[in-house]
């Protein structure tokens, strides 16, 4: 730290602490095979560039409108169609060390931003590298990373979910050396006795303090983390499912697949087929 230079807060550690990581942005045209239950833990940012594709949430049919930026929160449950070919850009997203609790608490609806002003300039610039195809990857990732950036910021600003965070935040530092562990030593067994150390706490402490600040248990965020590892995994590389399952200190496929479909909606192997099922063009 610079001398002089003011601490941080509580809630701008926690921010600082967030890391981006953008997985994957395409174009591709939505026809009748677009048509899936998802459930992701990582965030979709969609811009539509026809009428034609729709999300149901519940009861809800939500028709994705041209002009609007949609953003799709983790670990949320929603369902695709389509009624008639619509092109669709889109970036595949996370936040890594966002707890998965604090989505599920958070945020429970789908994020409409029109595109206007200053969101819609970065958002053009980065439909022009997508469809351009001598643009360099890093190019398209970088117009990408400032829009999820952008929409971000002004959906954090201006919707309830976003105060709510910022509430919450302020109480978090103090699992930080927990959260990190863990995101360091996902395949190997990972021990509420050492993360309550880490934290300065008392197993029985840490466990109920961790458990109302996050809204799940240690044990269970570290299985979200271990499931989000393995579909940012079968979504960017051709590893095998045996070698993901080891490599994220499952015991066998059996036992992978089952923990995945319980939180996914589906099977390691069904969650990869839906992700090449689309017919893409213009991909980085």
């Given at each position: 730290?610079?001398?002089?230079?003011?601490?941080?807060?509580?809630?701008?550690?926690?921010?600082?602490?967030?890391?981006?990581?953008?997985?994957?942005?395409?174009?591709?045209?939505?026809?009748?095979?677009?048509?899936?239950?998802?459930?992701?833990?990582?965030?979709?940012?969609?811009?539509?560039?026809?009428?034609?594709?729709?999300?149901?949430?519940?009861?809800?049919?939500?028709?994705?409108?041209?002009?609007?930026?949609?953003?799709?929160?983790?670990?949320?449950?929603?369902?695709?169609?389509?009624?008639?070919?619509?092109?669709?850009?889109?970036?595949?997203?996370?936040?890594?060390?966002?707890?998965?609790?604090?989505?599920?608490?958070?945020?429970?609806?789908?994020?409409a931003l029109p595109l206007t002003?200053?969101?819609?300039?970065?958002?053009?610039?980065?439909?022009?590298?997508?469809?351009?195809?001598?643009?360099?990857?890093?190019?398209?990732?970088?117009?990408?990373?400032?829009?999820?950036?952008?929409?971000?910021?002004?959906?954090?600003?201006?919707?309830?979910?976003?105060?709510?965070?910022?509430?919450?935040?302020?109480?978090?530092?103090?699992?930080?050396?927990?959260?990190?562990?863990?995101?360091?030593?996902?395949?190997?067994?990972?021990?509420?006795?050492?993360?309550?150390?880490?934290?300065?706490?008392?197993?029985?402490?840490?466990?109920?303090?961790?458990?109302?600040?996050?809204?799940?248990?240690?044990?269970?965020?570290?299985?979200?983390?271990?499931?989000?590892?393995?579909?940012?995994?079968?979504?960017?590389?051709?590893?095998?499912?045996?070698d993901i399952a080891e490599a994220?200190?499952?015991?066998?496929?059996?036992?992978?697949?089952?923990?995945?479909?319980?939180?996914?909606?589906?099977?390691?192997?069904?969650?990869?087929?839906?992700?090449?099922?689309?017919?893409?063009?213009?991909?980085?």
């Amino acid at each position: 730290m610079d001398i002089g230079s003011p601490l941080s807060t509580e809630d701008e550690a926690f921010f600082r602490n967030l890391t981006l990581k953008v997985l994957l942005t395409r174009r591709a045209l939505l026809a009748d095979d677009w048509s899936f239950d998802l459930c992701s833990p990582y965030w979709r940012l969609y811009v539509n560039k026809e009428r034609g594709g729709f999300i149901t949430m519940g009861d809800a049919r939500i028709p994705l409108q041209p002009g609007m930026l949609y953003l799709i929160p983790a670990w949320l449950r929603f369902s695709t169609g389509v009624a008639s070919p619509a092109v669709q850009n889109y970036i595949h997203f996370e936040f890594q060390n966002f707890p998965s609790g604090l989505h599920r608490t958070h945020f429970s609806r789908m994020l409409a931003l029109p595109l206007t002003g200053e969101l819609r300039h970065i958002c053009t610039r980065w439909e022009k590298a997508l469809m351009h195809e001598k643009a360099p990857p890093w190019l398209v990732l970088a117009h990408a990373h400032a829009l999820v950036y952008s929409s971000m910021a002004l959906a954090l600003e201006t919707s309830p979910e976003g105060r709510n965070c910022f509430a919450w935040a302020a109480g978090s530092g103090r699992f930080k050396p927990a959260l990190d562990f863990i995101t360091d030593h996902l395949a190997e067994p990972i021990r509420n006795k050492e993360l309550a150390r880490l934290c300065g706490m008392s197993t029985s402490h840490f466990i109920r303090t961790f458990r109302g600040a996050l809204g799940m248990t240690p044990t269970q965020y570290v299985m979200d983390r271990r499931i989000a590892s393995s579909a940012e995994m079968l979504t960017c590389t051709e590893r095998s499912i045996e070698d993901i399952a080891e490599a994220l200190g499952f015991s066998d496929r059996f036992h992978f697949s089952k923990a995945f479909a319980q939180r996914l909606n589906a099977t390691p192997a069904a969650y990869r087929r839906s992700l090449r099922s689309a017919s893409v063009f213009g991909a980085t």
